[in-house]
């Protein structure tokens, strides 16, 4: 993996294409079953519990369907009830249903069973300081629920979500997902439960939103890994070499729940079946040639290709789709549209950083109180070109959709506006002698929809999707 890391070259062109329209797309796609890259993961093969490979797993969520959630909220004697104790979180309830409705194409619904007022349980929260990651979990939710059992009605509940009062002393929140943590179903008179979940107080702000740590959460009932480096992981201090959260932290839900991006990318997607074959294009490397398309970005209905797929071996594949910003991406002043471009490698499971993006010669950050670590710009905007082994992409025109030219050819094109840097991507992690970031001259924009400005800083600035440049008089 290291040696493969070192052959990784990033080029960044920025010039004028000159193109007043898409280009007609030349497809020609292998069978999808030649990229169904099947997982080999020491996590997989340990508990099969999360998947980062084919086949899929169900054991607990399955693809599709409508799932009962019951949000309860509760208290103690020594933390008690808010006048309106789901006042805080009804936004939360309503966002969290459209973004799985969004991120699986309505494949998937949830519903709330609403309990309005709040309940006392058992105890003090003192049990809640240091409850995180701790065996107590199982027992702490058998008593919770045996304390709201009698009240609730559970009929044909998946899940629960609980809602303390803010001030808690548990921070990072406790869940429970069947079977990855519980050994036998939590039981209640009605029904038995898969999953339990309940947000500390390091979230239930504009930044680090409830339903954000709920839809991370009920991604792991749909068997989704976490795409950041898991502290006990082998690979990833020896192949990796990535830190937590590791290198995709700000691209995806799973790698990050507190953004910037809240993205569930197209190759998890198309695993879990939340992404029809239709979408996606896969070929294989000895293939290429070129390869011409448009990409639908991730995040609308519009049908067309939103993933192409390079089958590199039996265990890794280059996946490009298409990013716009959303009402669910944090809100910043960094432009998160473009394409992106990452590396699979299904040899890797949950938390062994299985997910890389290509472009990493840049570091980005907003402010999150300095809670959160700096992350790659990892999007290839209008121009850019990126080298992968004997691969370079190319992003020929980004508007409602991107124009992309993928081939075995370098792709440079000789123009007196032409910058052009290189820089080779090595395994160290940022920080420790590794990636710096070129230096370029650079510009800034002001754009503006709206009522909404934004400023654009970069080479050749961009407004993004729905911007216009704000002229000086």
């Known amino acids: 993996m290291l040696r493969r890391l070192s052959n990784v070259i990033l080029v960044a062109l920025f010039a004028s294409i000159g193109l007043p329209s898409f280009v007609s797309p030349t497809i020609g796609s292998d069978p999808n079953e030649i990229c169904r890259l099947q997982e080999s993961s020491y996590p997989r093969q340990l508990n099969g519990h999360l998947f980062t490979g084919f086949p899929a797993i169900s054991q607990n969520f399955p693809s599709s369907g409508t799932f009962s959630i019951a949000i309860i909220p509760v ?12 006042g805080r979180v009804r936004e939360d309830m309503a966002t969290f249903v459209e973004y799985f409705s969004l991120q699986t194409e309505s494949r998937v619904k949830f519903q709330w069973v609403v309990t309005e007022s709040s309940i006392l349980i058992p105890g003090t929260q003192n049990e809640l300081e240091n409850m995180k990651g701790t065996n107590d979990e199982t027992e702490f939710a058998k008593r919770v629920l045996a304390a709201v059992d009698p009240i609730v009605d559970f009929t044909g509940v998946h899940s629960v979500v609980f809602v303390l009062p803010p001030g808690s002393k548990n921070r990072g ?22 999953n339990f979940v309940m947000a500390g107080t390091y979230f239930g702000n504009t930044i680090r939103p409830e339903w ?10 749909f068997h989704l890994p976490d795409l950041y480096a898991q502290p006990w992981s082998r690979t990833t201090k020896n192949i990796r070499n990535f ?20 993205s569930i990318n ?26 011409q398309t448009d990409l639908v970005p991730l995040e609308t209905s519009s049908s067309g290709k939103k993933a192409v797929i390079i089958k590199f071996s ?18 910043n ?37 300095g809670t959160n670590p700096p992350y790659f710009d990892a999007l290839l905007t209008e121009g850019q070109v990126l080298k992968y082994e004997n691969l370079f992409i190319k992003v020929l025109r980004s508007g409602v959709r991107d124009t992309i030219r993928i081939s075995s050819t370098e792709l440079l094109e000789s123009s007196p506006t032409t910058s052009t840097t290189t820089t080779s991507i090595v395994s160290t992690p940022p ?13 800034s924009i002001v754009c503006v929809r709206g009522k909404t400005v934004r400023r654009v800083t970069g080479v050749k600035p961009v407004c993004p999707v729905g911007y216009a440049i704000r002229r000086k008089n």
């Open 212 to 221: 954000s740590y709920w839809a991370h959460e009920l991604g792991h009932a």
């Open 266 to 291: 197209m190759w998890l997607r198309w695993v879990r079946g939340w992404a029809s074959e239709s979408q996606i294009l896969c070929r294989q490397v000895s293939d290429f040639g070129e390869l």
């Open 173 to 194: 929140g406790i869940q429970l997902m069947y079977p990855m943590k519980i050994s036998s179903l939590l039981q209640t008179q009605e029904s038995d439960l898969y």
């Open 431 to 443: 920080g420790k002698g590794g990636v710096v970031a070129p230096t370029v001259r650079r510009k």
């Open 75 to 86: 208290h103690y004697e020594d933390l008690p009830a808010e006048a309106d104790p789901l």
């Open 333 to 369: 002043n960094v432009i998160d549209e473009g394409v992106l471009v990452y590396e699979v490698d299904t040899g890797l499971g949950h938390g062994e950083i299985p997910i890389i993006p290509i472009k990493r010669n840049n570091l980005l950050s907003v402010n999150l109180g």
């Open 314 to 331: 039996d265990k890794r594949a280059l996946v490009i789709e298409s990013r716009r910003e959303t009402k669910f991406n944090l809100q």
């Open 243 to 262: 830190d937590a959260p590791g290198p995709f932290h700000g691209w995806d839900l799973m790698a990050n729940q507190d953004g910037p991006s809240r």
